[in-house]
């Protein structure tokens, strides 16, 4: 089995790049399993498998063992291009923006803040690979009804503040090890935005909540 290197060419792609565990190796030898009950591979190949998701380091090495078993690989949850999928009626761009250049916000050993009135553009990709990003549109003017945020697993968290009246849907947002967490509304008020959160928050977090004291102390000022 080749394994791919993390520091060489793999395009940042989690699939290639985000160590598994036992969760993951467990999840796809209970596939295998199911499989050999079902007759649809033999012992000698339930044997075989299991020795290779073993020796798995990465979601697509699992890949190679369940292709012809599951349409829902181990590499899905990892790969967030295909949680938020342009949609017959969405198209590939919106006011001038398209859905394969979005607005890419990486927090690495530190930080990243998006707050105030910023331009919030309707594509938005983060990568939380160590540290955290906050998303805040308490303050953002905006005709957009949609905006996409696609999440790369890493190990940080990604906060997303709305106004009361918007909403987030997290419908399309998986974890492995990480938190997904959404105490506001999964639908707008009237024709106000809905933010749509999908790929994988792997090990970190995400909660998406209205305003707090400490936003509205800064508002205040």
């Known amino acids: 089995m080749t394994q791919p290197n993390?520091?060489?060419?793999?395009?940042?792609?989690?699939a290639k790049t985000?160590?598994?565990?036992?969760?993951?190796r467990d999840e796809a030898i209970e596939i295998l399993r199911e499989?050999?009950?079902?007759?649809?591979?033999?012992?000698d190949e339930l044997d075989e498998r299991m020795e290779k998701v073993h020796a798995a380091k990465f979601p697509i090495d699992l890949d190679e063992v369940l292709a012809d078993l599951t349409t829902e690989l181990p590499s899905d949850?990892?790969?967030?291009?295909?949680?938020?999928?342009?949609?017959?009626?969405?198209?590939?761009?919106?006011?001038g923006h398209n859905l394969l250049d979005p607005l890419v916000i990486k927090a690495g050993w530190e930080s990243e803040v998006r707050r105030a009135r910023w331009a919030v553009p309707p594509y938005i990709r983060c990568e939380p690979s160590m540290s955290n990003i906050e998303l805040n549109f308490l303050e953002v003017d905006t005709d957009?009804?949609?905006?996409?945020?696609?999440?790369?697993?890493?190990?940080?968290?990604?906060?997303?503040?709305i106004p009361d009246d918007w909403a987030v849907n997290v419908d399309e947002l998986s974890k492995s090890w990480g938190s997904v967490k959404s105490?506001?509304?999964a639908v707008p008020t009237g024709r106000k935005p809905i933010v749509r959160v999908g790929g994988s928050i792997g090990m970190g977090s995400f909660k998406a909540r209205f305003a707090n004291y400490f936003d509205r102390r800064r508002m205040a000022k």
């Open 77 to 95: 949850r990892f790969r967030p291009t295909s949680a938020i999928a342009p949609a017959a009626d969405r198209g590939q761009a919106i006011q």
């Open 35 to 43: 499989a050999a009950g079902d007759g649809r591979i033999t012992v």
């Open 18 to 24: 985000f160590r598994i565990g036992h969760k993951e």
């Open 144 to 161: 957009l009804q949609t905006i996409d945020v696609e999440i790369v697993a890493g190990m940080g968290s990604v906060t997303v503040v």
């Open 183 to 185: 105490v506001v509304n």
């Open 6 to 14: 993390p520091s060489g060419p793999a395009d940042n792609d989690p």
